[in-house]
C-alpha cells in the first residue's frame, strides 16, 4: 500500500475506492508479511471489515470532507485501551485482560471514523529498545529480517514501514518512538509531555510516558497529531490547550529552511557515532547550510548524564506503577498453586507473569526508592533531570530546533544485545534528553546506509513549539527526498 493519509483521503473524494477496497488491501499485505514480521498481536478483522462497510455509503458525506482520517486504516501500540479487546502491553502478566473502557487516544481517532486494524506487538510494558521483550515474541525488522526494529514501540514502526497499516500510535518514554522509527525508514513523533491524554494508557514511567504518531511523512505526524491533541480531564497531566492545528499551517504558511536557526550539540556526537551516521549527518549539515540555513554549535553539557538519570527516574516509576500487578487485584495468577503464605502467592505470580528486563527494572526502582538510598539515587536523578532541562532552554535563546542523528547506531542483529542490558541502554543515549525535558522531538528517514538500512534525523524544539518543529522538519524531508520501502517483503 504505502499510501500516505492525504493520499487515501484524496482517493475517497475522487471515488477511485471506497473503504472496504483499503482494507481489503491491507489485509492482504498483513496475511502476506505478518508471519515474518510479527509486528501484531491481534487484528481486530472482523470489525474491521463491518466498520469498513458501514463508511462506504458515506463517502459523498460531509464526514469525509471535515476529517482527514475518515477510513483510515491505523494501528495502536498494544498499551492502548480498547473497549473489548485485550490490552497486553506485551506481558503475560496482562495476557487475558478485556478492556472495559476506550482510552483518550482511541476514542479521538474513532470520533474521526478512523478504522482500526488490530494491536501492535511491544517491548513488554514498553520497557526496551528491540521489541525483544514481548511476551509474544520478537517484531523483526521489515529492512532486514534478520535484525531488530527498535523499542519499545517496534511493532507500530514494523507495521507502518512494511505498509501494513496506514499509521500507528506509539507511546515514547526514552525514545520508543523515535528510535524504532529511525531503525524501520518511518517518521515518527513525540510530542511534549502533556500535549496528548495518558488516559488509558497503561503506564510506565508516569512522569516520561508521551503518546504520538508514527506515519510515512511529517504531513501525515501533523495531521494525527491535530486529531489526538487537546486538553483531556480525565489526565491529571494533560495540558489545559485546544488541540493543535498544525497541518493547515504546514501546508498554507510560507517559510524556507532560511528563516531558522539550528543548534547542533556537537559535543555530544564526538565519540560513539557509528561511521557511517556520522558522514550521512555530517553531509546533511552541509547541505543544510548551502540551503542557507543557519546552523549553529551549541551545548548541552548535562545531556551526557541523561542515560543514568533516566535510568534512575523510569525505574522508580515503574517500580510504583506495577506493584498493583499481584496476581489477587490484577494481572497473572498461578490456578496451580498451594501457597503456605502471602509472600508466596507475590513471590510466584510476579516471577512468572513478568520477564527479565520488567523484573530488573522493578528491582533496579525499589532499590533506589528505599530508605538510606533515595537522596543517594532518586533525588539527584531529579536534579540532574532540571540541569538537563536549563540545558535547553538556554540553547533555545539561539536556536529553533536541535539536530542530531536520532541513533548512534544502525539496527542491530536480532539477539545481538538481549543479554547485554547496559549496551542495550546507551542505544538511546540520543533520544532520552528530549524525555526528560519534556520537549516535543521527531525522527525523519534521510538515507539508507550500504547494506540498505534506513538513517534516521531528530530535531528537538522547545516545549509546546510542534508547529515550529513540524515545519522545519517537512521542510528538510523535502529537500532530502527520502522515498524507500523495504524490498525484501
Known amino acids: 500500500m504505502f499510501k500516505t493519509i492525504e493520499e487515501i483521503h484524496l482517493g475517497y473524494l475522487n471515488k477511485d475506492f471506497c473503504p472496504s477496497e483499503v482494507v481489503k488491501e491491507y489485509l492482504k499485505d498483513i496475511d502476506k508479511n505478518e508471519a515474518k514480521i510479527n509486528s501484531f498481536v491481534e487484528i481486530f478483522r472482523e470489525d474491521l471489515k463491518d466498520n469498513a462497510k458501514k463508511l462506504d455509503d458515506q463517502l459523498g458525506s460531509d464526514k469525509l470532507k471535515k476529517s482527514l482520517l475518515f477510513g483510515i486504516p491505523l494501528s495502536l501500540k498494544d498499551i492502548f485501551l480498547v473497549k473489548n479487546y485485550k490490552c497486553s502491553c506485551g506481558s503475560k502478566m496482562l495476557k487475558d485482560y ?5 482510552s483518550t487516544v482511541y476514542e479521538r481517532l474513532n470520533v474521526q471514523s478512523s478504522l482500526i486494524i488490530g494491536k501492535n506487538n511491544m517491548d513488554e510494558f514498553a520497557m526496551g529498545s528491540s521489541t525483544e521483550t514481548s511476551f509474544f515474541g520478537p517484531t523483526f525488522n521489515p529492512w532486514d529480517l534478520s535484525r531488530v526494529p527498535g523499542g519499545s514501540s517496534g511493532g507500530s ?4 514501514s512494511a505498509g501494513t497499516s496506514c499509521f500507528s ?6 525514545g520508543s518512538i523515535r528510535q524504532p522509527a529511525s531503525f524501520c525508514g518511518v517518521v515518527g513523533l513525540k ?4 500535549r496528548v491524554s495518558r488516559f488509558g494508557m497503561i503506564a510506565f514511567s508516569s512522569s516520561l510516558d508521551q503518546a504520538g504518531p508514527i506515519t510515512q511523512n511529517v504531513k501525515d505526524s501533523a495531521i494525527v497529531l491535530d486529531s489526538i491533541s487537546g486538553f483531556d480531564p480525565k489526565d491529571s497531566t494533560s495540558i489545559n490547550l485546544p488541540p493543535t492545528t498544525i497541518y493547515e499551517s504546514l501546508v498554507n504558511d510560507k517559510y524556507s529552511l532560511k528563516d531558522f536557526k539550528i543548534g547542533v550539540p556537537y559535543d555530544l556526537l564526538e565519540t560513539g557515532l557509528d561511521d557511517e551516521i556520522r558522514t550521512n ?3 546533511l549539515i552541509k547541505n543544510l547550510e548551502n540551503l ?3 546552523i549553529i554549535d551549541i551545548k548541552i553539557p ?3 548524564f541523561s542515560v543514568a538519570t533516566y535510568y534512575i527516574i523510569a525505574p522508580c516509576e515503574a517500580s510504583s506503577n506495577l506493584s498493583r500487578f499481584d496476581g489477587i487485584r490484577y494481572g497473572y495468577s498461578d490456578k496451580n498453586l498451594d501457597p503456605k503464605d502471602l509472600e508466596e502467592v507475590y513471590i510466584n505470580n510476579r516471577s512468572k507473569g513478568f520477564g527479565n528486563e ?3 527494572r522493578i528491582m533496579l526502582g525499589t532499590y533506589a526508592l528505599s530508605s538510606g538510598y533515595y537522596d543517594a539515587y532518586y533525588l539527584k536523578a531529579v536534579h540532574a533531570k532540571k540541569l538537563i532541562t536549563n540545558d535547553f532552554n538556554i540553547a533555545f535563546n539561539d536556536v529553533d530546533c536541535v539536530i542530531s542523528p536520532t541513533c548512534p547506531e544502525l539496527p542491530f542483529k536480532v539477539g545481538e544485545k538481549v543479554n547485554d542490558p547496559l549496551k542495550m541502554y546507551l542505544s538511546d543515549i540520543l533520544t532520552i534528553p528530549a524525555n526528560l525535558a519534556q520537549l516535543p522531538s521527531i525522527s525523519i528517514p534521510i538515507s539508507l546506509s550500504k547494506n540498505n538500512l534506513p538513517l534516521g534525523l531528530q530535531l528537538t524544539s522547545q516545549k509546546l513549539d510542534e508547529e515550529k518543529l513540524l515545519k522545519i522538519a517537512y521542510s528538510i524531508e523535502k529537500e532530502v527526498g527520502f522515498n524507500s520501502h523495504p524490498s525484501i517483503l
Open 157 to 160: 514502526a514494523a507495521s507502518v
Open 98 to 102: 478485556i478492556s472495559n473502557y476506550d
Open 302 to 304: 548535562n545531556a551526557k
Open 358 to 360: 520488567v523484573k530488573r
Open 281 to 283: 549527518f555530517e553531509n
Open 169 to 174: 500510535v506509539g507511546t515514547d518514554t526514552g
Open 292 to 294: 542557507g540555513c543557519k
Open 191 to 194: 510530542p511534549s509531555y502533556g
